[in-house]
């Protein structure tokens, strides 16, 4: 799908990319560490699994604290600082308070404990698990969960025996 954008797409900085987003209202902008833009809207049905990954994390934060994210989060993640947006997340509070007041603003330098990626139709070899998984494990996150494109429910897989998702690494 070609977009014309109201901006011109030079984004060498966090607040280019927000600036981008600000102008082109209704689209999804993530950064990867080369500067390429990434513009990944979604079908119906990917949106509303994306909604019910991010309200059982919701669900998950009111009892066990922390935060959960929507996919409109985006975190600064590699050492290239790509900015990426999961479709729902989650950061344990002892990680949240652990970021220095500097970090704490803007996008975070820090991957999510817990990423849920739903896999869309329209973005078909954006996301193959493998590689969407390696990116936020190596990112720190304790779980990432991507969710098929055909599945019925956005309810994640069996969680792996031992997982904990109240322990932070």
Do not use: C
């Not at 991010?54 to 998950?60: E, K, N, P, S």
């Not at 790509?82 to 970090?103: F, G, H, K, T």
């Not at 779980?143 to 322990?167: C, D, E, F, V």
């Amino acid at each position: 799908m070609a977009i014309s954008l109201k901006t011109p797409l030079v984004l060498a900085t966090d607040e280019d990319l927000l600036r981008v987003s600000n102008d082109n209202p209704g689209y999804r902008f993530e950064r990867e560490e080369d500067g390429t833009v990434v513009v990944s809207p979604t079908h119906t049905k990917g949106g509303a699994k994306s909604l019910e990954a991010a309200a059982q994390l919701r669900d998950y934060k009111k009892r066990f604290g922390g935060n959960a994210y929507d996919s409109n989060t985006g975190f600064a993640i590699g050492p290239g600082q790509a900015i990426r947006s999961p479709d729902a997340s989650w950061v344990s509070q002892a990680r949240i308070d652990a970021l220095p007041p500097a970090e704490a603003e803007g996008f975070w330098p820090i991957g999510p404990d817990v990423v849920i990626e739903v896999k869309s139709d329209t973005i078909r070899s954006r996301k193959p698990s493998p590689r969407a998984n390696a990116l936020w494990i190596a990112a720190r996150a304790t779980l990432s969960q991507s969710i098929p494109r055909r599945a019925k429910s956005s309810r994640p897989a069996p969680r792996p025996m031992g997982w904990n998702l109240t322990s932070t690494r």
